[in-house]
């Protein structure tokens, strides 16, 4: 494990793969833009994403949350054959 955090993967086992996005809401606020719009020009599932968490109850709210919260919007999660219930 020790190797893995040094980032010596030689003997790492892979087990799957992570497909996603990551929404740098931080760095899209403070150039003066909105996540929300940039999502949705980009893509409807982002936009829904960020939409979520923005909502009243969102953990990005305004008014209660924090929306400078960057965000990794996972897309795609595929484990190798024998890990699926690990």
Not at 5 to 22: H, S, T
Not at 35 to 57: K, N, Q, R, V
Request: charge should be negative.
């Amino acid at each position: 494990m020790g190797s893995i955090y040094e980032a010596d993967y030689g003997d790492a086992v892979k087990i799957g793969e992570l497909f996603g996005c990551l929404i740098l809401c931080r760095q899209i606020i403070d150039e003066n833009e909105d996540p929300l719009i940039i999502c949705d020009d980009i893509d409807g599932d982002l936009e829904y994403t960020i939409s979520a968490l923005s909502d009243h109850d969102g953990p990005q709210n305004p008014e209660e949350g924090d929306p400078y919260q960057d965000v990794y919007y996972i897309h795609d999660f595929k484990m190798k054959e024998g890990y699926e219930s690990w």
